[in-house]
Every structure is written in C-alpha cells, then in structure tokens.
C-alpha cells in the first residue's frame, strides 16, 4: 500500500470526523446552543486517526459523500465545517402586521387586518383591474391613493396595477402630486375598454372580498358563542318594564342564539321585547362591504339595516392602517322584516342594469337578530316561509342561488324571532315548532305593573303623575267591564289626554274627565 494515499478506513473515519463535525455546527446555528439531539449524544466518538482527510471545502457535501481530494497535509486535524448561511434554502413570508390597539374582546371578537398580498387575500385582481377602470371612467382624473381609497386597499397593492396600466398605455400621467403620486387618466383605449367592463357590471366601490373570507368572519363572529348572562339581558332590558318571571323564561332562549316563539295578545310588547334582544350580545361586528364569488359582486353592507361605528383611522400618507378597510363595523345588527316580507326578499336579488347582486335579509342578519313580525300575515303564505327556512333553522347554513347559475353556501346565523298574536300551533306543524326550541308567552300585565307604566310613561310624555286619576281609571272603565290590561294602553291613553288639552287651550294634567274622553275615543270599536 502507498503511505501516501489513505487507506479507505482512513477515508470512512475522516468523512465520519466531518460529519460529526458539521451536524454539530447546524445544530448549535439552529438552536443557539441547545443541547444535541438524543441520537448524536448516543453516538459513539471516533479516535481521531494520523491520515485524517482535509476539511471540506465550499463543497461540503461532496466531502461527505466520499469525493474527497488527497489532502496536502496528512497531520493537520480536521477543522469544523464552514457555517451554513441562515436563510438556505429558506422561503419566509411576509407576516401580516398585529393590530395597533386592539384587542379581542366580547364587544368586539375580531377584527379583519390589513392585507399584505393579494394573492394571500384571496383578491381577485382581473376584478380589482376593472373596478379600477370604471372609477377613472365616472371621475375623469384622478390620484393614485384616491384610487387606493376608492377600492379601500392600501396604495402600494394598487400602484402595481396603476403601473401595468401606464406600460400598456391604458392610462397617462397627466401631472404629479407633492406626495410623490401621480394624476392618472384615461387613454383613447382605456375609454374604450372602460366602456366595456362598465357594460358587463357598474359596480366600482370597495374590492370585494372572497365568499371564504367571508364564512370565516363568520365563525370568528358567531352569535352562538356569546353566552350572554343574566346581567346582559338585564342591561338590554333596562329600559323595559318586564316581569321577572318574564326575564327569567326569556334568558335561556336568548342565550341559545337559536329561534324562539314570541306570542301573546297584541299591545304587550313583543316587538319591543324582540328588538331590544340584541343588546344582551357583543356590540360590534365586522362584515364586508361586498363579496366576490366566481367574478359576480353581492353587497352585504346595507346602511339602511346596518348601524355603522367604525374604529378610528388615520388618513392618506400617513395612515399607518392595523384593518382592512374593504370591511365595515357596524352594532350587531337587528333587522325587522314584518307584513311586506316576501320570498324574494329571502334570496339573492339581482339588479340586470348594473349586473350587481344585492345580499338577503337572513345574510345581511347574520351574528345579529332578525325578527318575523306579525308572523302569519306576510303576503307569503306561512307554508312558503317555513319551507324555505325548515333546513337553514336547523343546520345553520343556506343555500343561495346567484344569477350566473352557482349556488353557495352561506352561514345561517342569527337569533330568529317569530313574534306573532296568533296561536303558533294554529300556525305551523309540529316539523316546524321542533326546531323553534323556545316558545315564550308575553302575557297581560298585572295591575300593579300596569299602574307601574303610568308612572313612567307619564315621565316621558312630560304629564304630572296624579295616582288619583289612575285609580278613577281602573275602577272605572277596566274593573267593571273585565277589560285586560295591555302594555301600550298606559301610552296610548295618555298621548289622548295631551292632545285634548292641546287642542282645547287647557293645562296638560290628569283628570278623570280626560280620561273618560280618551277611554270613549280608544276602545269605541274594540272587544
């Protein structure tokens, strides 16, 4: 054998000192000095040998593989291999910044950030490109953070596709801004594709976010994780004058966040029950102005149901962002659909000008109460509603049908609340009661309770209270006559007295002459 080459033990124990060597050295750079894996503590240390191999060169890998030259100096010992870089072979992404200043809560569960990507947004840009072309189309001129504000992204997503515009000769410079902006308008063939997309949808508002996004605030937001307590629906209620009992039935209904019954004779004050009910749930949610779903735009935002209350942003350079703007806060919502519902109103409306969709009420509900008044005298028949609704009430999720011929599944998530003076037995089958969990009667006052509301409303209305003509009241016209006490006559009654002395010149107070006059005029015609 040749002294001078290694013999291929010498080969194997260098290549072993390498090894050794260099999985120590990732391992200290990985974990900054834990201690070694269990697996490199048990194996055994080679007796270092006289031919040890060099160390291994920028190739290391091939050292360790068995490619290794002759070494220069048989003598000199093996040397730790060179560190790796950190970032080898490593893709890191962005992380999206935490929200300044807030924080999680009942009030508020969530909160919809920035977006950082589109791609990672799920947005679609062919849209997003559009929408951008119909708004410089209808403004004529515009900036390019006022077209980032238009579509409610930040400016550094939207000055890409400003730029690819401007290279395709779709839009000009037509001067600069001191925030190192640009006033974009127009070319003759931006016009003209403009005048295209402005045909197939007029839609130019905020970009719409995806239909999955969109579930998932959803679940983040559910009105079935609220929980509230006696305390909640003591807050909600404190302007009411209800019954304790009537608390007591009426707290474990709501806190299901399900469906209950709301029925008793009229005037007792279902619907004010019904409408105060949301107050007992978190404050705020977060709902998008609009969805995108396969290239079709749906608004959900609708200011005449929803209540908004935005947190406060900066504005323009300096807006350092911390939520995504294409999404409205709003109070919980509680939306009343009473004798005008119909079964339109319970799907997707499109608009065919401007080829937009417009949400349905039980979507524009969702995390929030929506109440059935005066259930059993919509135009529609009872069968049709209930038919629509016997799935969704039990699975929580509905089936919407879009113009375009897709069908998406949306959450179905609300306190429904059928509020009615009719018997709801004589109203629905027992397929349909069974998934109404809750059926709670709002009985007629006692008398204590009714005297009760003439204190109180007498405060409103700004009469002096005078407990003597309340008395003359009851034992006068409801006692002899076995007439029931209902919540809103106490109101009623007392609005007729003011108006008698309004109109007659007299001083606004009660006496039992007034009331004699109010009771002639309110219950002439009633049973």
Not at 182 to 200: C, F, H, K, N, P
Not at 354 to 361: A, C, F, G, Q, V
């Amino acid at each position: 054998m040749n002294p001078a080459k290694p013999s291929s033990d010498t080969k194997q124990s260098a290549a072993e000192d390498q090894l050794d060597a260099l999985l120590s050295r990732i391992h200290s750079l990985s974990s900054d000095g834990a201690k070694p894996r269990a697996e490199e503590q048990s194996r055994p240390k080679q007796t270092p040998r006289p031919a040890a191999a060099p160390p291994p060169s920028a190739g290391g890998a091939a050292a360790v593989s068995g490619a290794v030259n002759p070494p220069r100096n048989p003598a000199t010992p093996a040397a730790p291999a060179p560190p790796l870089p950190h970032s080898a072979n490593v893709q890191v992404r962005p992380q999206a910044p935490a929200l300044l200043g807030f924080t999680p809560s009942r009030d508020e569960p969530w909160r919809p950030a920035e977006p950082q990507d589109a791609y990672e947004s799920r947005i679609n840009e062919t849209l997003l490109e559009a929408i951008v072309y119909r708004f410089l189309r209808n403004i004529g001129e515009c900036a390019g953070r006022r077209v980032a504000d238009q579509v409610k992204l930040p400016f550094r997503m939207v000055e890409p596709i400003l730029n690819r515009l401007k290279s395709d000769q779709r839009v000009a410079y037509k001067s600069s801004t001191s925030t190192n902006d640009y006033v974009y308008v127009l070319t003759e063939s931006g016009r003209e594709i403009a005048r295209l997309m402005q045909q197939d949808c007029t839609y130019y508002g905020a970009c719409p976010v995806s239909l999955t996004d969109y579930v998932n605030s959803v679940k983040k937001q559910t009105i079935e994780g609220q929980f509230p307590k006696k305390v909640d629906l003591e807050r909600a209620f404190s302007d009411l004058l209800i019954n304790p009992q009537m608390l007591i039935r009426l707290g474990p209904a709501v806190a299901s966040g399900r469906g209950m019954f709301l029925f008793g004779f009229p005037g007792n004050g279902k619907t004010s029950i019904a409408e105060r009910v949301t107050g007992a749930f978190g404050k705020y949610l977060w709902i998008p102005r609009a969805v995108e779903i396969d290239g079709a735009v749906m608004r959900v935002y609708d200011p005449m149901n929803h209540e908004i209350a935005m947190p406060e942003a900066g504005s323009g350079i300096l807006d350092i962002g911390g939520f995504d703007k294409r999404w409205v806060r709003i109070k919980r919502p509680t939306i009343v659909a009473g004798g005008e519902l119909t079964l339109d109103m319970l799907e997707v409306q499109f608009n065919p000008e401007s080829n937009i969709s417009e949400s349905p009420l039980q979507l524009k509900s969702n995390c929030g109460t929506l109440v059935i008044d005066d259930f059993g005298r919509q135009k529609m028949s009872v069968d049709q509603l209930l038919n629509r609704w016997i799935i969704p009430l039990e699975k929580r999720y509905d089936f919407l049908n879009m113009a375009n011929g897709k069908k998406i599944q949306v959450p179905f998530d609300q306190l429904v609340i059928f509020s009615t003076n009719l018997e709801p037995k004589d109203l629905v089958d027992d397929a349909f009661l069974r998934r109404i969990p809750y059926k709670i009667e709002v009985p007629n006052p006692p008398e204590a309770d009714f005297r009760k509301l003439f204190e109180i409303m007498c405060k409103i209305t700004k009469i002096p209270y005078n407990a003597e003509a309340i008395d003359y009241l009851i034992k006068t016209h409801y006692l002899p006559v076995n007439r029931p006490f209902r919540n809103c006559q106490p109101r009623d009654l007392l609005l007729q007295v003011r108006n008698f002395c309004l109109y007659n010149d007299l001083k606004v107070e009660l006496k039992n002459e007034y009331f004699d006059f109010a009771v002639d005029n309110y219950f002439s015609v009633m049973t």
